[in-house]
Structure formats: C-alpha cells, structure tokens
C-alpha cells in the first residue's frame, strides 16, 4: 500500500515491484497481495493492453484507521486503553507521549 500511495495515480506490477525495498519481493508474491488488496477492496485495477494497472481505493489515513481497529479488537478485546497500556509496559510509549495524547483528547473535547 505505502508503494501504491507514493506513485501519483498508481501503477503497473513492474513498477510496484521496482519501487520496493531491497531486498524485493518476488513479481509473484507482489502479484498475490495485489490480488489479495484487490479483492478486499483497498485496491481497484485496471486491464489497459493486458497489463494490470492498480490504484489505491482507500486513503492512507482510513486504511490506517482499519488496521488499528482490527488490531484492537483481534488482540486487546477492542479496547484502546489495553492498548496504550500494553505500549506503556513495554517501554513505547513515554509520559510525554502520555501527556500529548491527553491534551490532544482535552482539545477534541472542546470543538
């Protein structure tokens, strides 16, 4: 997604697969999540001259928003509290995190 996000309008496999960091992923293996994003609808494609040109269908921010949320539920029982705290127990998160976080809630709060 990050690669199809970064081209303009999207892009061809070669080009997809070009763009990525070494070491690259085979064609094939791009191929399948490709089809994969495709068919969860995050991807949309198009066939000029026999060749699949793919386009990001989603946002960055609202794919983002997705993934965050089915992490959520799928390992800390959909509660983003148990989230924090896991991020505060294992070090990843520091009081001024904490902190923006809270003036950031107290912000949205107010609009």
């Keep these: 997604m990050q690669v199809l996000w970064s081209l303009d309008k999207g892009g061809f496999l070669k080009e997809i697969v070009e763009m990525l960091p070494e070491p690259r992923a085979h064609h094939n293996t791009v191929a399948t999540l490709l089809k994969i994003l495709v068919e969860k609808e995050f ?10 040109f793919y386009f ?24 983003y509290t148990n989230v924090v705290s896991f991020l505060v127990d294992r070090k990843q998160m520091s009081i001024s995190d904490l902190e923006l976080l809270l003036l950031q809630l107290k912000k949205n709060d107010h609009e």
């Design 56 to 79: 990001p269908l989603i946002s960055k921010e609202a794919y983002s928003a997705k993934r965050i949320e089915g992490l959520a539920e799928r390992f800390f029982n959909g509660s």
């Design 43 to 52: 991807v949309g494609i198009h066939n000029p001259n026999r060749n699949n």
